[in-house]
């Protein structure tokens, strides 16, 4: 099965800064990775798919790349409602796996 | 509004059953796939289970293989998910979540969770 693995486990940042979180599958995937928000004590949201499209109603600050087994995800100016774990998804395939969360504060 | 309501978790013992289920509402159930997610107690998210829009095919985590079920009811607009054999790693908070069409393997909507406890 493929295995995903995001960097850095957690991170703390300024407001406004360029925040950058990385998930790497151990197998090619293309491009069927897909992030998620999860703020504190709630539900995950989806924030982008096909590794760079822009869920509907998601701030232009959030963008995503990669393709193959390298993936990124960036905040462009980092918010106070950014706070939150963000977990990357592969979706090729089942099984389904999410990476391991990245864990994002402000400093 | 799209609207996903679970319903069915609690505490049980090691090696009992529980059925979870999770009312849609607010967009055409039976063009949707759906999956089940949980989330142990300060963890990470784990995909537990798979049914496309006709329930035509299923998948499973291995971690929940042979002992869990996914099932769904079109004409109730209902997912389900029976649980058997359960054990402690099993604790969590389950979600249930709408595939974005009838076989996308990524989740747009999400419900609220209900909390499983494996413990005697």
């Known amino acids: 099965d493929i295995q995903m693995t995001q960097s850095p486990s957690s991170l703390s940042a300024s407001v406004g800064d360029r925040v950058t979180i990385t998930c790497r599958a151990s197998?090619?995937?293309?491009?069927?990775l897909a992030w998620y928000q999860q703020k504190p004590g709630k539900v995950p949201k989806l924030l982008i798919y096909?590794?760079?499209t822009l869920q509907s109603g998601v701030p232009s600050r959030f963008s995503g790349s990669g393709s193959g087994t390298d993936f990124t995800l960036t905040i462009s100016s980092l918010q106070p409602e950014d706070v939150a774990t963000y977990y990357c998804?592969?979706?090729?395939?089942?099984?389904?796996?999410f990476g391991g969360g990245t864990k994002v504060e402000i400093k | 509004q799209v609207q996903l309501v679970e319903s069915g978790g609690g505490v049980v013992q090691p090696g009992r059953s529980l059925r979870l289920s999770c009312e849609a509402s607010?967009?055409?159930?039976?063009?949707?796939?759906m999956h089940w997610v949980r989330q142990a107690p300060g963890k990470g998210l784990e995909w537990v289970a798979l049914i496309w829009h006709d329930g035509g095919d299923k998948n499973y985590a291995d971690s929940v293989k042979g002992r869990f079920t996914i099932s769904r009811d079109n004409s109730k607009n209902t997912l389900y998910l029976q649980m058997n054999s359960l054990r402690a790693e099993d604790t969590a908070v389950y979600y249930c979540?709408?595939?974005?069409?009838?076989?996308?393997?990524?989740?747009?909507?999400w419900g609220q969770g209900t909390l499983v406890t494996i413990s005697s």
């Open positions: 607010g967009f055409t159930f039976r063009s949707h796939g």
């Open positions: 998804q592969k979706y090729n395939s089942a099984p389904l796996t």
């Open positions: 979540a709408r595939d974005l069409s009838w076989n996308s393997y990524y989740f747009d909507y």
């Open positions: 096909a590794s760079s």
């Open positions: 197998q090619g995937i293309r491009d069927y």
